[in-house]
């Protein structure tokens, strides 16, 4: 189903640490609430990068025309009948979508995260949708440019986890889908990733444990709306481990036979967002970033010793004198990292997720909804150091978004889908 669209797009200009203007061109795709999860994907097959979010996608790389692959009749209601705003053009209409900014009041989506892949092996880009924390996630089947809603196909049907995470586990080329959930014959929730059979393509996907259920020490029982999840290197040994708040585990040499990870206990946050392994202060031990309390206060990245300890180095407290450039925002629920400046070092991007509970709850629900990204500096002594660097300021972050070089002019761009809408900034450089 094809859409008309306004989209308008303006640029932003910052300016950077080493003299040079940084420009983002902000591409406003929509205001309607349809998803909290987000990213790039060549759906129409034609080179270009499209924007996916709910079940809609924007063609690239004007992102004027939207699509629908799912079902897109929603329309957001009001207490006593379906709620009317204005549009850009001033005129009164219905709010399509689920509850959000635009129509005044709090709702939920049913896609908490997104990601696009070729599932069956056609060559052509298929969409994965988280729908809600420890309810399904679902693969859509890129029909190859015909119209109408795509085949659906069950991947998993009970994905736990505020912050799951679709990368490259086994090291075979192929991302998986990282998660915890109920297994009854394991007597609780494990740790673990879900894989397609490439022979099968539309079965549901395998589920790979890799913990004990509530491993010791157990900080709290492993729910459905769980914070917290990460993957990488954090030992260096090649192999990609995976993290939670309250610790890590390490992937043994052999997969075979699904075998038991073994656990690292460490204190990393509260309620993390998405967990990320780099090497901070180029030591050359990998280090640990993330939100600290995704509906709270708090960014920080942890320092890996000798001994394998971590220690906390904050980079965004509660108060500016406890944050970096003195900038402070809350809900920080969805953490990304690249490298946006092309120094060679890797930046963080995140930002103010709005309303996650609601104008009346958590910590400054109505704050300026921000995003921003995070230059890193190193001092060549193992001092690191963040320097924050506006992207915008009326939009924020969802559960998960999208950093990636679209245009391929060598400088990451960035999509996200909240409440207020979705949003693509592309940056411009000097």
């Not at 585990?249 to 460490?266: I, M, N, V």
């Not at 070092?345 to 400054?364: C, E, M, Q, S, Y």
Request: glycine residues 12%; hydrophobic residues 35%; negative net charge.
């Amino acid at each position: 189903m094809l859409l008309a669209m306004v989209v308008t797009a303006h640029a932003l200009k910052q300016e950077a640490g080493d003299g040079k203007a940084a420009a983002f061109e902000r591409f406003e795709l929509t205001r309607e609430f349809w998803s909290e999860g987000v990213d790039f994907g060549d759906l129409n097959h034609d080179g270009e990068a499209d924007v996916v979010a709910g079940p809609h996608w924007w063609a690239g790389p004007d992102f004027e025309q939207r699509h629908s692959y799912g079902p897109s009749e929603r329309k957001s209601p009001s207490a006593e009948a379906p709620h009317r705003a204005k549009n850009p053009e001033g005129e009164m209409v219905t709010v399509a979508g689920f509850p959000g900014a635009w129509s005044g009041r709090n709702g939920y989506s049913d896609c908490f995260q997104l990601w696009c892949d070729d599932f069956n092996g056609d060559g052509w880009d298929d969409v994965l949708v988280v729908s809600f924390p420890g309810k399904e996630a679902f693969w859509y089947a890129n029909p190859r440019n015909e119209e109408g809603d795509w085949k659906r196909h069950v991947a998993y049907p009970a994905v736990d986890n505020e912050s799951p995470l679709f990368v490259d586990v086994t090291g075979d080329g192929r991302r998986e889908l990282v998660f915890h959930t109920e297994l009854k014959e394991k007597g609780g929730a494990c740790l673990g990733y879900a894989a397609p059979d490439p022979a099968n393509a539309t079965a549901p996907w395998r589920f790979h444990p890799v913990s004990a259920p509530h491993p010791d020490p157990k900080p709290q029982k492993w729910g459905r709306f769980h914070h917290g999840l990460g993957a990488g290197d954090v030992n260096g040994d090649g192999r990609i481990d995976l993290l939670m708040n309250h610790g890590w585990w390490q992937q043994p040499e052999s997969l075979k036979g699904d075998p038991e990870w073994k656990f690292h206990a460490a204190d990393f946050a509260p309620q993390a967002a998405q967990i990320h392994v780099d090497d901070v202060n180029g030591d050359g031990r990998n280090d640990v970033v993330t939100a600290l309390e995704a509906h709270g206060h708090g960014l920080a990245w942890h320092e890996q010793g000798e001994d394998g300890t971590f220690r906390r180095h904050e980079i965004m407290g509660k108060t500016p004198e406890a944050s970096a450039g003195g900038v402070v925002f809350t809900q920080p629920h969805a953490v990304e990292m690249a490298d946006m400046d092309g120094d060679g070092l890797t930046d963080i991007v995140t930002g103010k997720r709005f309303w996650a509970h609601g104008p009346n709850g958590d910590v400054d629900p109505d704050g300026t909804p921000v995003l921003y990204w995070f230059k890193l500096s190193r001092d060549g002594k193992g001092g690191a150091s963040y320097e924050p660097r506006l992207i915008d300021r009326d939009s924020g972050v969802g559960t998960q978004f999208a950093v990636r070089d679209v245009n391929g002019d060598q400088r990451p761009d960035v999509a996200i889908a909240n409440k207020r809408g979705v949003y693509v900034f592309r940056q411009r450089g000097e």
